[in-house]
């Protein structure tokens, strides 16, 4: 599974858009972004994952960088709620399936 | 999306009795497990990998008799921390990956066991 680097925290406006960065230099080309969040004493919550494509859905967006050796997570519209930790993960669809977190980005969405 | 669900969501137990933490995968089956233990401040540790219907398997340096796994049916692991000790106080987090999907994994709310 590949190494992933993240800011450790950042701040966000309420309201304007949250742009979380990971670096994954080390992923492999079967290998997928996967981005969760952790809110304070609660178990992770997935976001979005992504292979080479930028995604989106109803809570964010994933952009993948050409040579994927990094990505971008944007929550267009931060709200208080959003306040956690924010983890990127890289791994295959086969094998144990195992995530090995890191230390995440903590993302403080202020009023 | 799927539901997993942890019992107890907290527990406070003395040093050197056993605590039990179930992990229920709600509406779906579930062949395959995991465990994470997180400290405060720090990021999820995965202790091990629950199989359904065969031993688990433990990462390096966690001990497998202190921490018992049983994954006895697709929809049911527990984790029983035997003769606790203070240090084992923490945040215990399970998480279930479904048998079909895009290989996302989904988590329960956490347990945290205090030890006295």
């Known amino acids: 599974d590949a190494k992933t680097t993240q800011p450790p925290s950042m701040d966000c406006a309420e309201g304007r858009a949250a742009n979380l960065p990971c670096n994954h230099s080390t992923i492999s080309g079967n290998e997928y972004v996967y981005w969760y969040r952790q809110i304070h004493s609660q178990g992770p919550q997935y976001i979005i994952h992504?292979?080479?494509n930028n995604e989106t859905n109803e809570m964010a967006s994933l952009i993948i960088t050409e040579d994927r050796k990094s990505s971008t997570l944007i929550l267009p519209h931060a709200t208080l709620r959003d306040t956690a930790v924010y983890y990127c993960?890289?791994?295959?669809?086969?094998?144990?399936?195992?995530?090995?977190f890191g230390t995440g980005t903590r993302l403080k969405v202020l009023a | 999306g799927a539901v997993v669900s942890q019992h107890p969501s907290w527990v406070i137990c003395k040093s050197g009795t056993s605590v039990k933490i179930e992990c229920r995968s709600l509406d779906f089956q579930a062949t395959t497990m995991f465990w994470y233990r997180q400290f405060p401040k720090q990021s999820l540790m995965l202790m091990a990998t629950?199989?359904?219907?065969?031993?688990?398997?433990?990462e390096q340096g966690v001990e497998k008799d202190k921490f018992l796994i049983n994954h006895a049916s697709l929809t049911l692991s527990t984790l029983t921390v035997t003769s606790a000790h203070p240090e084992d106080s923490s945040f215990y987090i399970c998480s279930a990956r479904g048998l079909a999907g895009g290989g996302e994994l989904f988590f329960g709310e956490g347990s945290r066991l205090t030890v006295l």
């Open positions: 992504g292979l080479k």
């Open positions: 993960i890289g791994r295959g669809l086969s094998g144990t399936y195992k995530y090995i």
């Open positions: 629950s199989n359904e219907g065969s031993k688990a398997t433990y």
